[in-house]
């Protein structure tokens, strides 16, 4: 769960209070867990809940809509394929803070650009915004990694 937490905090320090506070939210809530699904994924949602709503409360500023384009500058596209997990998640760590929380949410999460925009409240194309500016930056992000590699 610190994984999941350290990917939508700024510092180990912030991800620890959001794992602590979502564990307290867990143990308060215990008893309302079916057994339907599993607790790893029940615990997962709270989490990311948990996280969410700080989130929320720290008002995050997201860049308001721009020209995003969907084309992508060419690269070699075995790139991802070298790379490690830890690689990964370190590049979505260093995304500007709007960027980071839509794509974790939608690109890891699995959430709608609604779901996002409601959670977050922001407009959803504020959210499809910030998703196709988070895939743009790590495509940079990457390519500067491949022309350090060559």
């Given at each position: ?48 809940n ?34 490690s ?30 779901e ?35």
């Amino acid at each position: 769960m610190m994984a999941v937490c350290m990917r939508y905090a700024s510092s180990r320090m912030e991800a620890e209070d959001m794992l602590q506070e979502g564990f307290i939210k867990v143990f308060d809530n215990i008893g309302k867990f079916k057994m339907e699904g599993s607790l790893e994924g029940w615990v997962r949602r709270i989490m990311v809940n948990n996280a969410i709503n700080k989130i929320r409360a720290n008002k995050i500023k997201f860049e308001e809509l721009g020209n995003v384009s969907d084309d992508f500058l060419q690269h070699d596209k075995n790139i991802i394929d070298k790379m490690s997990e830890q690689d990964i998640l370190k590049l979505i760590s260093q995304m500007p803070q709007g960027y980071k929380y839509v794509f974790n949410m939608y690109a890891i999460e699995g959430l709608s650009h609604k779901e996002i925009a409601d959670n977050l409240g922001i407009e959803e194309a504020s959210s499809r915004s910030q998703y196709a500016k988070a895939k743009k930056y790590l495509q940079q992000q990457i390519i500067k990694l491949e022309k350090i590699n060559l």
